[in-house]
């Protein structure tokens, strides 16, 4: 079995927090002492009454910065040679299963949330190993990311998911994203779920989910397509070109 994997989040808000330690999947796992999930407050390592932890710009500009040293006590705090650091920013690489897999060997995670116009850069080029983002927009805040990667991260930890299989079949594991679900009942408001699901016969199902998802992933995600062009079938490369010819 993995050794446990910990989570630190340096936070302004650590009661957000809360929901995911307190619900779900990661609070289970948390239960089972698959994973730790602790929050470092900011404030706390503030070197002034009023527990200021930014200040102006360098140069001028819009928002408050956080400070370097302030935010170093912070990390300092909690890190280990086994620490590995991630600040979140809109204008990190983006984060996604793959990268999630590699993290999720690893025994301490510290995630920098950032607030205002996020961290001092110097901080971050001296401690971070990694810049992150979430995607394409901006938050107010670095704690909703943190708790997307966290959840992310702990589904590929063995024993968090109750089945690890369920993890493998989801959207981007084979490339693709995953064909549509159908559940009870048969009928819903005059919709069928589709005949061949009901025929029991694992080739003829498997096959028509496979067309499903490069029908999905050819219409919302064309880039993930053309990413694994090369393993298409001849017969598949056709259908998604007919996808794309007459959408
Ligand atoms: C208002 S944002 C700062 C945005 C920054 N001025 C910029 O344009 O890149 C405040 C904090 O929210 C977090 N944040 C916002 N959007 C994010 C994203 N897409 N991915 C990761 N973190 C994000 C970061 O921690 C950031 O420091």
Not at 48 to 61: A, C, F, H, S
Not at 64 to 78: F, G, H, N, Q, Y
């Amino acid at each position: 079995m993995k050794e446990l994997l910990r989570f630190s989040a340096v936070t302004l808000f650590p009661e957000m927090f809360e929901t995911i330690k307190s619900e779900g999947v990661i609070a289970k796992a948390i239960k089972k002492n698959i994973i730790q999930l602790e929050t470092v407050y900011l404030r706390d390592f503030a070197d002034n009454i009023r527990k200021n932890v930014d200040d102006k710009p360098i140069g001028g500009g819009d928002g408050m910065v956080l400070r370097p040293d302030i935010t170093e006590k912070a990390i300092l705090s909690v890190k280990t040679d086994a620490t590995f650091i991630i600040n979140l920013t809109p204008s990190g690489k983006v984060f996604n299963n793959s990268i999630a897999k590699n993290i999720a060997k690893k025994s301490h995670v510290l995630l920098l949330c950032g607030r205002y116009a996020g961290y001092d850069a110097r901080v971050i080029a001296k401690h971070a190993h990694l810049n992150l983002s979430i995607g394409d927009f901006v938050l107010s805040g670095g704690e909703l990311p943190a708790m997307c990667f966290i959840d992310t991260v702990a589904r590929f930890v063995p024993g968090v998911l109750g089945n690890q299989l369920s993890a493998e079949l989801d959207s981007f594991e084979n490339g693709l994203l995953e064909a549509p679900q159908y559940t009870h009942p048969e009928n819903f408001s005059g919709m069928k779920a589709p005949d061949i699901l009901f025929s029991g016969n694992h080739k003829k199902i498997s096959d028509f989910t496979r067309k499903e998802q490069l029908k999905i992933t050819a219409q919302n995600r064309p880039d993930l397509i053309l990413e694994h062009w090369d393993s298409l079938s001849r017969q598949e490369k056709v259908l998604v070109e007919k996808i794309w010819k007459f959408s």
